[in-house]
């Protein structure tokens, strides 16, 4: 698990609930609390008994008209807040129209990548937050006796290359920081490039839970259509089903890309991110800033239901983050003769003063949280009277944005979408009975909403400190910088680790958004469930953690984390990671065609 990103977090535990672990709460407008009913489509028991049939495809041709992508899609309403997009039929673009039936049909297909797939999961590509940067020795033998548990990923990179023999032929493959992989499919045009990001590392397992594992987790299993291991989920059936797609389309020979297809797997999206790091500088120095097409990594997967309409969710933004260090200096003594409080109770007081003053709630139009409710409000037909008229009026009517807040108050986890937190989370003081604590140090936690930043969640927590000095005469310094002068009793020393601001948030209103999210309409209802009749909205969401795309936030405005699968996955970072293998091949058929489809929309960017 990462400092930075708690992989749990990514999605609200209401979407996580696909094994119905979450119930419905009711709302103060009465409806069923929005966020919390998620009711995935198990319910429905859709599941993979409903198959594409290439009719069905058939049946969607030209359908798409190429002038809507810039359009406000077939909801015939240009000032509504959440047009629907426009389904993309992709068979107009692809060589190969039958795709399909092979990908997602054909018995050899289906048992190599799920050969290939068990292969890299048993690969155990476990990071550690205290594995150092490959970049500390020159060589990966040399690195290898500091930290040999760099290892596995030496093995990973020679499983990759045996097992897509193509990929290694045809592109190029570039080692970035010893374990980084970049893949460059170079095309034919100026066009801008599509980055496709995955991860190679996997959470380690805890020893003390193998014997819970049903199947041990790098000895992944299948059992009837559910694979299970270590990192089936999260990240290897991305990475290899991206593996699968260029390994297919180099095969068939037939699809020489225009617009360069760049992917790229780090090493440590569970740890440090150098990896990401690494390869992303490399990314800024080859082809410069904002020079891609769109970035598509890992996030949140499949779709929620929510007030009984589907929502595709690809996260367009990230919270912030920072740890405040607040570190506390002052005289010791015997404890015998104490003042009325020690550093100790000073910290005490501290804490207690940045509780009792909470951050804001604060939601803008800027924030996918409330585009996301706009989304909800415009086609959930079940949604409440009152609460709709909120959600429409929100973004310029005072009184229904507070109504809004107040209605993602009430639970916890939406709370904290449009809320910066703070969590007093490590408090270390004190070393023995008889002496006065000379030092504490406390630790506090923040994930920044959207409309505040660093500075502003600084300021915040200066303000309390300053109050409490000022309360009970202490200096302040944040590092060496004098805020107020250090007293006889002491001072406060108050610095920032690992700050991050909040993701830019990446366009809804642009071209390259719709032909994703309309590539994404067409895999949920005219693959995943054609004998439906269910719309899939596709609406933006924001992630409370973080992923690799924190490091390529320079290379395009278009960054998505998202997932194509069907709902049935869980346990990530947990005993019994597991999903519906059927999953991965519709993962592989989802980036066979957008891949050819933003080709032929080449000329679009
Ligand atoms: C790994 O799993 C296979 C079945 O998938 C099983 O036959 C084999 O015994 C397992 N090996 C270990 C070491 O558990
Ligand atoms: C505050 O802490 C920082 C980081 O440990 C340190 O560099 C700085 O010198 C400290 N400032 C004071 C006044 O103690
Ligand atoms: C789907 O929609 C069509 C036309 O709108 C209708 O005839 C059909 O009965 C619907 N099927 C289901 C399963 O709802």
Redesign the pocket.
């Known amino acids: 698990m990462t400092k930075l990103q708690m992989k749990d977090e990514k999605l609200l535990p209401s979407y996580h609930s696909v094994n119905g672990a979450e119930r419905p709460r009711k709302g103060k407008w009465g409806g069923v609390l929005l966020f919390i009913c998620i009711c995935l489509i198990e319910y429905f028991s859709l599941r993979t008994k409903t198959k594409p049939t290439p009719s069905c495809m058939n049946d969607m041709r030209n359908r798409f008209d190429e002038k809507n992508v810039f359009g406000v899609g077939d909801s015939g309403n240009p000032d509504n807040l959440c047009p629907l997009l426009d389904k993309i039929d992709p068979s107009k673009y692809l060589y190969n129209k039958d795709f399909a039936s092979y990908i997602l049909k054909d018995e050899e297909f289906r048992s190599d990548a799920l050969k290939k797939l068990i292969g890299a999961v048993n690969i155990p590509t476990q990071v550690y937050d205290d594995m150092k940067n490959p970049n500390v020795r020159d060589t990966r033998e040399e690195l290898y006796k500091e930290e040999p548990r760099w290892k596995p990923f030496e093995a990973f990179h020679n499983y990759l290359a045996e097992s897509f023999p193509l990929v290694y032929e045809k592109l190029e493959v570039e080692e970035v920081n010893k374990f980084g992989l970049v893949y460059t499919w170079k095309g034919t045009e100026d066009l801008k490039p599509v980055l496709l990001t995955a991860h190679m590392d996997v959470v380690p397992v805890d020893k003390e839970t193998l014997k819970e594992w049903k199947?041990?987790p790098f000895?992944a299993?299948y059992d009837e259509g559910i694979l299970f291991g270590r990192g089936v989920v999260d990240c290897k059936n991305l990475l290899i089903g991206h593996l699968q797609t260029l390994e297919l389309l180099l095969k068939e020979g037939q699809f020489t890309p225009r617009r360069t297809i760049v992917v790229a797997f780090g090493y440590d999206e569970e740890s440090a991110g150098t990896g990401a790091e690494a390869i992303s500088k490399h990314l800024v120095a080859k082809y410069g800033e904002d020079s891609f097409y769109a970035v598509i990594d890992e996030g949140n997967d499949a779709f929620a239901t929510i007030e009984g309409t589907n929502f595709i969710l690809p996260a367009t933004g990230e919270k912030g983050h920072l740890n405040s260090i607040i570190d506390l200096h002052s005289k010791g003594g015997h404890s015998s003769v104490p003042p009325p409080h020690t550093s100790i109770g000073i910290i005490a007081k501290l804490i207690e003063e940045i509780e009792e003053t909470p951050f804001q709630s604060i939601v803008t139009n800027a924030n996918p949280v409330l585009n996301q409710l706009q989304c909800l409000a415009e086609h959930s037909k079940g949604l409440d009277h009152e609460l709709r008229k909120n959600i429409l009026r929100a973004h310029f009517d005072q009184d229904a944005n507070k109504k809004i807040l107040e209605y993602l108050s009430q639970d916890e986890e939406t709370k904290f979408l449009v809320t910066t937190s703070q969590a007093a989370d490590i408090i270390e003081g004190g070393v023995k009975s008889n002496a006065l604590p000379q030092f504490v140090s406390l630790l506090v936690n923040h994930r920044i909403a959207i409309e505040e930043s660093v500075d502003s969640t600084k300021q915040k927590i200066l303000e309390n400190i300053i109050s409490i000095a000022k309360k009970y005469n202490y200096g302040v310094f944040t590092g060496e910088e004098e805020i107020l002068p250090a007293t006889d009793n002491g001072y406060f020393n108050y610095t920032l680790q690992e700050e991050l601001m909040p993701a830019p948030v990446s366009p809804i209103n642009d071209a390259v958004w719709n032909i994703y999210g309309g590539s994404l309409r067409y895999l949920y209802e005219d693959m995943m469930y054609p004998n439906d009749n269910s719309t899939f909205v596709v609406a933006p969401y924001i992630s409370t953690g973080n992923t690799d795309t924190r490091f390529y936030w320079d290379l395009s405005r278009n960054i998505y984390r998202y997932l194509p699968m069907l709902p049935n996955a869980g346990n990530i970072h947990s005993v019994d990671e597991y999903f519906t293998f059927d999953s991965h091949l519709y993962l592989i058929a989802f980036y066979y065609y957008y891949i050819q489809v933003i080709d032929s929309l080449g000329d679009v960017l």
């Open positions: 199947y041990p000895n299993t």
